[in-house]
């Protein structure tokens, strides 16, 4: 069975986060802490005219009842889930993406670690499974 795949525009705007974050990585380099990073990226990601909020809170639900909430580090164009780390994305992490998408149910979702020489290396794309 073929693996899950995002909409053409979810991966093209995945694609244009992804340049907007090299931009930032090769201005800045790696060694700072997440919140300049992220203020970065979101100043970065508005220049070039794409939406993006920041710190965004999603409700989590268990059949139905609200039980907490999560915040993703960026929301941007309200289709695509990025998570920024200064450490190399662990499973965890991708758990929390997972259980992210899940809860806003969105399709495709980035962790980004700008802790690294080669951005590339840092960046980890994570899709949701739809159930059958």
Do not use: W
Not at 24 to 49: K, S
Not at 56 to 78: M, T, W
């Amino acid at each position: 069975m073929p693996l899950p795949e995002p909409s053409a525009r979810v991966d093209d705007l995945a694609y244009r986060v992804i340049g907007a974050a090299i931009e930032v990585h090769r201005q800045l380099g790696a060694g700072l802490l997440t919140a300049a990073y992220q203020i970065a990226l979101q100043h970065e990601l508005q220049l070039q005219g794409i939406a993006v909020k920041r710190q965004v809170p999603i409700p989590v639900a268990y059949k139905g009842h609200v039980v907490g909430e999560h915040r993703l580090s960026f929301l941007v164009e309200d289709e695509l889930i990025v998570e920024i780390k200064i450490e190399p994305p662990s499973e965890l992490h991708r758990a929390q993406l997972v259980s992210a998408l899940q809860a806003a149910r969105l399709e495709l979702g980035l962790l980004i670690n700008f802790n690294v020489a080669l951005l590339k290396d840092g960046i980890r794309r994570v899709v949701r499974c739809k159930p059958n």
